[in-house]
């Protein structure tokens, strides 16, 4: 099944309006990381947060290892904040690296 | 900044032909990775590797080949390219295995027809 879920899939924000995207991992973590990608399609990495919580600008993330979650805050959002946000965890076994969630998709409107 | 360079950004090729995706880095990293990510949907693992000379499978080998002649290098290699494996190609690399942040090159867009 799927090892990491993001909520939502999508969102359509009027400018200026805060968001709150989800992701929940079934599976042990020992990390994870936030990515934006572009309308284009390259991805930019946003956070590497293990855990705790972590600022950058207009964006806050929170990981809380132990309840397999993180979320990623955008405050006052601009219409150069859409696109698609994606998650991926870094897995706690086997031996290979990250998994992604779907993302979820972000419209900010003027 | 860590440098992740794909080659070539974007590529059409022939059902049965073959094609190679290149990848570069300057990170001086042991890990790299591919990954496709199909329309709409996040990304998977194909091949990934440790140390020049070796490879490893990931999640959907199937199809593909890897080769990482160098440190610095890591190609992707379809030997008969179908339309299934149309979709967005992206190369990565991390200093280590575990609690390390990956980097991304843009991506490689593969249109089979």
């Known amino acids: 099944g799927q090892q990491v879920q993001q909520s939502p899939a999508s969102l359509v924000l009027q400018e200026g309006e805060n968001a709150e995207l989800q992701c929940n991992f079934s599976t042990s973590l020992n990390s994870m990381q936030w990515f934006y990608q572009r309308p284009g399609g390259s991805l930019v990495s946003l956070f590497y947060?293990?855990?705790g919580t972590k600022h950058s600008g207009r964006l806050t993330s929170t990981t809380v290892i132990k309840e397999r979650r993180s979320s990623l805050h955008i405050s006052s959002s601009q219409t150069t904040d859409s696109g698609t946000y994606l998650c991926a965890l870094e897995r706690s076994t086997g031996n290979y690296k990250y998994v992604f969630g779907a993302g979820t998709r972000l419209k900010v409107i003027a | 900044e860590a440098a992740v360079t794909q080659s070539p950004r974007s590529k059409v090729a022939v059902t049965g032909g073959k094609v190679t995706l290149s990848c570069h880095q300057t990170n001086n990293h042991d890990y790299m990775y591919w990954y496709r990510q199909d329309t709409g949907h996040g990304l998977r693992l194909i091949h990934y590797?440790?140390?020049?000379?070796?490879?490893e499978k990931g999640d959907i080998p199937d199809g593909y080949k890897a080769s990482r002649p160098s440190q610095e290098n890591f190609s992707l290699i379809l030997e008969l390219a179908s339309l299934s494996q149309t979709a967005v190609y992206f190369c990565?690399?991390?200093?280590?295995?575990?609690?390390?942040?990956?980097?991304f090159g843009k991506g490689t867009r593969l249109t089979v027809v």
């Open positions: 590797s440790y140390v020049a000379d070796s490879t």
């Open positions: 947060n293990p855990s």
């Open positions: 990565a690399s991390s200093d280590t295995l575990i609690n390390t942040e990956v980097f």
